[in-house]
């Protein structure tokens, strides 16, 4: 399932939620992480990793460890569907999201 429109195309789309097998079916996405955000936020690797890795399957609960596994400014949007409900400490997640955020991106909840 993608909550982008049909053919929408970037350079980078990183998905990220619990489900790996709605994430690999997703055909918009250019890589994705696994992880629960209420446990950790961010990933066990350096942030700028995830240059050359795709796919990348981790477990992370960001109610825990809230911080996100990329470098500042480096979207320039954000959208997370059908998961704030479900954070415990949204706004620490929500100060992780600004902090990757381009001057100007765009967060859509």
Do not use: C, W
């Amino acid at each position: 399932v993608s909550h982008y429109p049909p053919g929408y195309k970037q350079e980078r789309i990183v998905g990220m939620g619990m489900n790996e097998e709605e994430l690999k079916r997703n055909p918009v996405l250019t890589e994705y992480i696994v992880q629960d955000l209420n446990l950790y936020s961010k990933l066990p690797f350096e942030d700028n990793s995830f240059q050359a890795i795709t796919n990348v399957y981790i477990v992370q609960d960001l109610n825990l460890y809230s911080k996100l596994p990329f470098e500042d400014n480096s979207f320039q949007a954000i959208t997370n569907v059908v998961s704030v409900d479900y954070l415990t400490k949204p706004l620490e997640v929500f100060r992780e999201m600004n902090r990757i955020l381009k001057p100007g991106g765009l967060a859509l909840m």
